[in-house]
């Protein structure tokens, strides 16, 4: 038996196609085009072609975005200056910081420095504790494309066993608590396993859901998966080229193993990584409705 894939680039491009609609809407009724203004520091070659993506989605749904690209050894004044002016600038709905900064840059620093009505990222502390409260304002971009995947793929959350490897403040420990909300969609039974965990494959045997951003490449092979289980592979690790020249990517899934034992599995490439630029486009769109004052789904 071989796991179903979950074609995470086909829901992403469904729920894009609704975001679209939504944008159109609002520029027709409203005479706005939402934008985001996408803050690149250094040549991290991920970093660019992430970065480089969510520009185009941006295009491709009719929003704005304004590319904002600073060399490595910029200071951490000249980038919280920049922040600074976008926060003010009525154009700019949404401000994306990529991850990670160079080093002598304070993340946490620059992070606050984001008024949290322009974070779609959701890493302010203020749409943290929002996430927290069960509430958010922008849930996070991979923790809520993680979920929409899940449900999409037709997995039962409510009552499930959901295990997750990785303790980020990325993606681990926002997934754990999103699963966790009195809500639907949610209503897991979660725990998060990282580093320290004494004996991982005890846990990870357990899982309904097991959700791997363990952030190390093939960290999760078949045999501690659940036969049955959904697996999301959060992971996406370059390690070298293909035959044809192309950036080879793994997830941190021993994929050719895990698929064998999985029920429902995402690949890697096209699982995560799309939903998580769908998100970042979604909740640019809603930073544009809570700039109007309209009701965030609509
Ligand atoms: N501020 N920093 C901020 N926000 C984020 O949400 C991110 N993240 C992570 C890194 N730093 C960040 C992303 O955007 C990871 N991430 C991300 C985004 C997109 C993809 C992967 C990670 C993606 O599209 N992956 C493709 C393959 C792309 C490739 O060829 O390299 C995929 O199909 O998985």
């Known amino acids: 038996m071989s796991a179903q894939l979950i074609d995470g680039k086909a829901i992403a491009q469904a729920i894009r196609e609704e975001i679209r609609l939504g944008v159109e809407r609002l520029r027709q009724e409203h005479g706005v085009v939402p934008g985001l203004a996408t803050v690149l520091v250094g040549d991290n070659p991920a970093s660019v072609s992430y970065v480089t993506a969510k520009n185009k989605a941006c295009a491709e749904l009719g929003m704005a975005s304004f590319q904002h690209t600073l060399p490595a050894d910029i200071t951490e004044e000249k980038l919280l200056a920049l922040i600074d002016q976008l926060n003010r600038d ?46 958010p304002v922008f849930p996070p971009c991979t923790p809520a494309g993680i979920q929409a995947l899940i449900i999409r793929s037709g997995t039962p959350i409510e009552g499930a066993e959901v295990v997750v490897v990785g303790r980020s403040n990325i993606v681990g420990k926002p997934v754990a608590v999103m699963l966790l909300q009195k809500q639907r969609g949610a209503n897991a039974t979660v725990t998060v396993c990282h580093t320290q965990t004494r004996d991982l494959a005890f846990h990870t045997r357990r899982a309904d859901i097991l959700i791997v951003a363990a952030g190390r490449p093939q960290a999760i092979t078949g045999d501690m998966i659940r036969p049955g289980a959904t697996v999301i592979d959060v992971g996406v690790n370059r390690v070298g080229y293909t035959e044809s020249g192309k950036v080879k990517l793994v997830g941190d899934v021993d994929f050719d193993s895990a698929v064998k034992v999985a029920g429902k599995i995402t690949p890697v490439p096209g699982g995560v990584g799309p939903m998580t630029i769908t998100m970042l486009m979604r909740n640019t769109l809603r930073a544009a409705r809570l700039h109007l004052g309209l009701p965030l789904d609509g």
Do not use: T, W, Y
Not at 120 to 129: A, I, K, Q, R, S
């Open 90 to 135: 009525a154009s700019v709905h949404g401000i994306l910081v990529q991850l990670p900064l160079p080093k002598g840059i304070c993340e946490s620093r620059v992070i606050e420095a984001i008024d949290p009505r322009k974070d779609v990222d959701g890493f302010h502390p203020v749409n943290v504790g929002r996430l927290m409260l069960g509430d």
